[in-house]
C-alpha cells in the first residue's frame, strides 16, 4: 500500500510505487497487489507511507488463506475514499534505456512520427517556457499559499 500523505501528486505516486514494486521484486518478493492513493493524510504533507503485508504461506492452517485475503481485498465496496479497483497483480511495462530509445522498433500501422521542422526553434521554445515558469516561481507559490491547490 502506497499512502499519499496528502500533497504529492498522482504522476509521483505513480513513480513511487513503480519504484517500490520493482525494488520488491528485485529483492526476491513477490508483489501480489500494489494500493495506491490517499487512505491517511497528514494536513497536505508532501511525503508518502509504504505498508507492506505479508501473507501466509499456500499451506497454513492459522488464520485467513492468501487466496481468501486476496479475494476479500478485491471484493466491491461503496466505502468513500477507498479507490482500487485493479484486483490483479501489478506488471509493468520493463524501463527503457535512454541511450538505446531511438533504436526501438514500432510497428507503422500502430505509430506516427511527428518531427518539428526546425528543432533548435522548438528546443528553443520549450527552454523559454521552462524558463518563464522558474521566472514566475514566486508569484505561483504566492497564489498557491493564498488559495491552495
Known amino acids: 500500500m502506497v499512502n499519499n500523505l496528502g500533497a504529492v501528486s498522482e504522476l509521483e505516486m505513480g513513480a513511487i510505487a513503480r519504484k517500490a514494486v520493482s525494488w520488491l521484486n528485485n529483492n526476491n518478493f513477490k508483489t501480489r497487489r500494489v494500493l495506491v492513493g490517499t487512505y491517511m493524510t497528514s494536513l497536505n504533507m508532501p511525503g508518502f507511507s509504504l505498508t507492506l503485508h505479508l501473507l501466509p504461506p499456500p499451506n497454513s492452517t492459522e488464520g ?31 524501463e527503457v534505456d535512454a541511450s538505446t530509445e531511438s533504436e526501438t522498433k514500432t510497428s507503422t500501422e500502430s505509430s506516427v512520427s ?36
Not at 466491491?76 to 506488471?91: I, L, N, V
Not at 520549450?126 to 499559499?145: G, H, L, S, Y
Open 114 to 149: 511527428l518531427r518539428a521542422e526546425d528543432p533548435k526553434v522548438f528546443i528553443e521554445a520549450i527552454k523559454r517556457a521552462a524558463n518563464d515558469v522558474i521566472a514566475a516561481e514566486p508569484e505561483i507559490t504566492r497564489q498557491d499559499q493564498t488559495a491552495g491547490d
Open 64 to 94: 485467513l488463506s492468501a487466496a481468501t485475503f486476496l479475494e476479500l481485498l478485491d471484493g466491491p465496496t461503496e466505502a468513500p475514499g477507498w479507490k482500487w479497483h485493479a484486483r490483479s497483480e501489478p506488471s509493468f511495462a520493463e
